[in-house]
């Protein structure tokens, strides 16, 4: 298989800090991809690496068959990068910060407003394009930083956590907006440490985790492999002593229920239901649990505090 | 790219309505204050305070005669007693005092010599000088006359002005002076003293898009270093060209300063912008925070000024500042508008001036892309 992306063994360090550590990643082309992982995990670093702002100590990144280290701006003309930090000057409008965006990007003239106009217009700010950013709240400049990458309708768009600090709405409008561009064939990296997010929009997922990729499928493949089959039960009776579960597999108190671990939950199911109605507990609840991606990245990454 | 970034720039710098205050605002102040205490005043102004204890008619005729003199004034502070006056020198309250004794008119008219006291505070030499310059003159001019009186008893008329004058004669000659006036160094001085503060809104344009993300952004897309460091330097070469040359118009404008040749003045002006731009390129990849470059620029500004005559006339300086002061820009800054302003000097008589403020300003960008690197890896630490 081709990938639009390869990373392959890609270390860099800050000094003695070990940003990334023999990682390695592989994005097909016209996904959602979401790379998932604690801060300070390396997530920001890989993207800059993929962007060539940053050089890898080692480890080679090719993006559409080009190796970054020699056919950059090749690479730079097709990817739009849209940085955590919102990167706008606040004292020009939505406009002006957006025509020279457009403009460091090589889009000019009446290719460059008729596009301005549309994407302000996607984004709900045409009335408010010619204020300053600076008068804008959260949400409002996160879509013009957002915007500003799309100008020059990139291949490859990396975003950078884009939803940070912004309201539901704007929230919602940045997913349409992906959701929109991945329909269009456009890939996408989407870095983030919301998990819904991630099951939300994205295809494939990578885990990274103290700088390296420690599990990279699709979303389902992920949540197959790692994600633990969960029953859940509750019943009369049943709050304080669960003896009546013992030997079905692992359990943990949940709610005013209980979580069972099982490789095979439909059997134990049955067997949990014969067995409460044989002890005349009156069930409540009893049902499979989905498998979450937060489960997956709290098994794979640990629960331990990540301060950055 | 480089047109982008620089229109952009150019945008920024005139929203930013602080720039005005301190490369436009703050220059004219100075230039009205110090135009004040200074202009008109072609020859120093003295006033010295007397105490006439004799009140004979040739202590009246001492005084009349110093009052005669060009640039003195004399004063008198009748409420106070000698003593009085004298505890002022001692308090630090008076610089001088001359005293005229009693008896002098006696000792004069029966031959003998009779003193001046002029008391004065031992720590102003400088002030004190000229005045006891012009005692000692007219003390020279007492003692012709005595001569006079003498030898017109023994000397034929015809013979004793020959007799009398001096074997030296000192003859002063102006060159090359279309103007002497204290503005000509004020407002050529100030100009070339805020350019310099220019360089403070360079290096908080350029810390600011690297603390944003601006810069790591940019470095995303295909623009190139140079591209980067010419769009941000040229805007700031047009701001500093049109301080200077706002500073210049209001001498000419308020205080009739005569501007010489207009394409000399316009390079000097065009070569100084390209130097201290080129300097806050360098300031700005330096420094690593805005009090930094603040702390840095005044040390610059205000340390060039001094040696670079920018505040007194380079000559009044003394001779191991002159040195120092020659390897500053500010020096060859100010010594070339001042060749163009009072010498009436044209292009053919600047072109060190412009070459020195030119290689400055290359130097300082030569460097600043050496450091952009370091500068650019700090955006994405």
């Given at each position: 298989m081709t990938y639009l992306l390869e990373a392959e063994q890609v270390v860099k360090a800050y000094g003695s800090i070990q940003a990334l550590k023999e990682a390695s990643l592989q994005v097909r082309e016209g996904v959602c991809f979401g790379l998932l992982g604690p801060n300070g995990a390396g997530k920001s670093t890989m993207m800059k690496l993929i962007t060539g702002i940053l050089q890898p100590d080692r480890g080679s990144i090719r993006v559409f068959g080009r190796d970054n280290r020699q056919q950059i701006d090749a690479i730079r003309s097709q990817v739009g990068y849209v940085p955590q930090e919102i990167t706008l000057h606040d004292e020009l409008s939505a406009v002006q910060n957006l025509r020279f965006l457009g403009q460091m990007q090589g889009v000019r003239g009446a290719e460059l407003q008729r596009r301005l106009e549309e994407g302000l217009a996607q984004v709900g700010l045409t009335e408010r394009a010619k204020d300053r950013v600076g008068t804008y709240s959260g949400g409002m400049k996160r879509r013009v930083n957002l915007l500003g990458a799309l100008l020059h309708q990139p291949r490859l768009v990396i975003l950078d956590e884009p939803t940070v600090g912004i309201d539901p709405q704007s929230r919602h409008l940045i997913f349409e907006m992906i959701r929109e561009l991945r329909g269009r064939g456009t890939t996408i990296i989407y870095s983030t440490h919301y998990m819904e997010e991630v099951e939300a929009l994205c295809d494939d997922v990578a885990i990274i985790d103290h700088g390296r990729v420690i599990a990279q499928d699709s979303l389902r493949g992920l949540l197959d492999q790692h994600a633990s089959r969960t029953i859940y039960v509750e019943a009369d009776g049943l709050e304080q002593a669960p003896a009546a579960l013992a030997g079905v597999g692992e359990i943990a108190a949940k709610g005013r229920g209980w979580l069972l671990q099982s490789e095979e939950p439909i059997a134990i199911m049955a067997q949990l239901a014969a067995r409460l109605a044989e002890q005349g507990k009156r069930v409540q609840a009893l049902e499979l649990q989905q498998p979450s991606l937060e489960s997956v990245f709290l098994k794979l990454t640990g629960t331990q505090l990540r301060d950055g | 790219m480089i047109r982008t970034i620089a229109s952009k720039e150019i945008t920024l710098l005139l929203r930013d309505k602080s720039i005005f205050f301190w490369l436009l605002g703050l220059p004219i102040v100075f230039i009205v204050i110090f135009a004040s205490i200074f202009?008109?005043?072609?020859?120093?102004?003295?006033t010295v305070p007397y105490y006439d204890a004799d009140q004979s008619e040739a202590s009246q005729q001492l005084l009349a005669t110093l009052e005669g003199i060009d640039g003195f004034a004399l004063e008198s502070d009748a409420d106070r007693s000698l003593e009085a006056q004298l505890a002022q020198i001692a308090e630090g309250r008076k610089t001088m005092l001359l005293v005229i004794p009693e008896g002098y008119g006696a000792r004069l008219e029966s031959g003998q010599q009779a003193e001046l006291e002029l008391h004065r505070d031992a720590t102003q030499d400088a002030a004190v000088g000229p005045v006891l310059g012009v005692l000692e003159g007219i003390a020279g001019r007492y003692q012709e006359e005595q001569l006079r009186t003498v030898l017109t008893q023994v000397v034929p008329a015809d013979e004793l002005e020959s007799l009398l004058a001096s074997p030296l004669a000192i003859r002063?000659?102006?060159?090359?002076?279309?103007?002497?006036?204290?503005?000509?160094?004020?407002?050529?001085?100030?100009?070339?003293?805020?350019?310099?503060?220019?360089?403070?809104?360079?290096?908080?344009?350029?810390?600011?898009?690297?603390?944003?993300?601006?810069?790591?952004?940019?470095?995303?897309?295909?623009?190139?270093?140079?591209?980067?460091?010419?769009?941000?330097?040229?805007?700031?070469?047009?701001?500093?060209?049109?301080?200077?040359?706002?500073?210049?118009?209001?001498?000419?404008?308020?205080?009739?300063?005569?501007?010489?040749?207009?394409?000399?003045?316009?390079?000097?002006?065009?070569?100084?912008?390209?130097?201290?731009?080129?300097?806050?390129?360098?300031?700005?990849?330096?420094?690593?925070?805005?009090?930094?470059?603040?702390g840095l620029v005044q040390v610059i500004a205000l340390g060039g000024a001094i040696l670079g005559g920018l505040w007194f006339p380079f000559d009044m300086l003394p001779a191991f500042v002159q040195t120092l002061g020659r390897f500053t820009p500010q020096y060859w800054a100010q010594q070339g508008m001042q060749d163009v302003l009072l010498r009436g000097g044209g292009l053919g008589d600047i072109w060190a001036n412009l070459l020195i403020l030119l290689g400055c300003g290359s130097l300082g960008l030569a460097l600043a892309v050496a450091a952009f690197g370091r500068f650019a890896r700090r955006a994405v630490g």
């Amino acid at each position: 298989m081709t990938y639009l992306l390869e990373a392959e063994q890609v270390v860099k360090a800050y000094g003695s800090i070990q940003a990334l550590k023999e990682a390695s990643l592989q994005v097909r082309e016209g996904v959602c991809f979401g790379l998932l992982g604690p801060n300070g995990a390396g997530k920001s670093t890989m993207m800059k690496l993929i962007t060539g702002i940053l050089q890898p100590d080692r480890g080679s990144i090719r993006v559409f068959g080009r190796d970054n280290r020699q056919q950059i701006d090749a690479i730079r003309s097709q990817v739009g990068y849209v940085p955590q930090e919102i990167t706008l000057h606040d004292e020009l409008s939505a406009v002006q910060n957006l025509r020279f965006l457009g403009q460091m990007q090589g889009v000019r003239g009446a290719e460059l407003q008729r596009r301005l106009e549309e994407g302000l217009a996607q984004v709900g700010l045409t009335e408010r394009a010619k204020d300053r950013v600076g008068t804008y709240s959260g949400g409002m400049k996160r879509r013009v930083n957002l915007l500003g990458a799309l100008l020059h309708q990139p291949r490859l768009v990396i975003l950078d956590e884009p939803t940070v600090g912004i309201d539901p709405q704007s929230r919602h409008l940045i997913f349409e907006m992906i959701r929109e561009l991945r329909g269009r064939g456009t890939t996408i990296i989407y870095s983030t440490h919301y998990m819904e997010e991630v099951e939300a929009l994205c295809d494939d997922v990578a885990i990274i985790d103290h700088g390296r990729v420690i599990a990279q499928d699709s979303l389902r493949g992920l949540l197959d492999q790692h994600a633990s089959r969960t029953i859940y039960v509750e019943a009369d009776g049943l709050e304080q002593a669960p003896a009546a579960l013992a030997g079905v597999g692992e359990i943990a108190a949940k709610g005013r229920g209980w979580l069972l671990q099982s490789e095979e939950p439909i059997a134990i199911m049955a067997q949990l239901a014969a067995r409460l109605a044989e002890q005349g507990k009156r069930v409540q609840a009893l049902e499979l649990q989905q498998p979450s991606l937060e489960s997956v990245f709290l098994k794979l990454t640990g629960t331990q505090l990540r301060d950055g | 790219m480089i047109r982008t970034i620089a229109s952009k720039e150019i945008t920024l710098l005139l929203r930013d309505k602080s720039i005005f205050f301190w490369l436009l605002g703050l220059p004219i102040v100075f230039i009205v204050i110090f135009a004040s205490i200074f202009s008109g005043a072609g020859t120093p102004s003295y006033t010295v305070p007397y105490y006439d204890a004799d009140q004979s008619e040739a202590s009246q005729q001492l005084l009349a005669t110093l009052e005669g003199i060009d640039g003195f004034a004399l004063e008198s502070d009748a409420d106070r007693s000698l003593e009085a006056q004298l505890a002022q020198i001692a308090e630090g309250r008076k610089t001088m005092l001359l005293v005229i004794p009693e008896g002098y008119g006696a000792r004069l008219e029966s031959g003998q010599q009779a003193e001046l006291e002029l008391h004065r505070d031992a720590t102003q030499d400088a002030a004190v000088g000229p005045v006891l310059g012009v005692l000692e003159g007219i003390a020279g001019r007492y003692q012709e006359e005595q001569l006079r009186t003498v030898l017109t008893q023994v000397v034929p008329a015809d013979e004793l002005e020959s007799l009398l004058a001096s074997p030296l004669a000192i003859r002063e000659i102006r060159e090359q002076a279309t103007q002497s006036d204290p503005i000509a160094q004020i407002v050529p001085g100030y100009t070339v003293m805020f350019v310099f503060y220019a360089m403070i809104s360079m290096t908080t344009r350029f810390l600011k898009d690297r603390r944003s993300g601006m810069l790591s952004r940019l470095q995303g897309t295909t623009m190139k270093p140079y591209h980067y460091l010419t769009g941000m330097w040229i805007p700031h070469i047009v701001i500093v060209s049109i301080q200077a040359a706002v500073l210049l118009v209001f001498g000419r404008i308020v205080y009739g300063l005569e501007l010489g040749s207009l394409p000399a003045i316009a390079a000097i002006v065009l070569a100084l912008a390209i130097c201290v731009t080129g300097l806050g390129l360098l300031l700005s990849m330096l420094a690593s925070s805005e009090n930094m470059a603040i702390g840095l620029v005044q040390v610059i500004a205000l340390g060039g000024a001094i040696l670079g005559g920018l505040w007194f006339p380079f000559d009044m300086l003394p001779a191991f500042v002159q040195t120092l002061g020659r390897f500053t820009p500010q020096y060859w800054a100010q010594q070339g508008m001042q060749d163009v302003l009072l010498r009436g000097g044209g292009l053919g008589d600047i072109w060190a001036n412009l070459l020195i403020l030119l290689g400055c300003g290359s130097l300082g960008l030569a460097l600043a892309v050496a450091a952009f690197g370091r500068f650019a890896r700090r955006a994405v630490g």
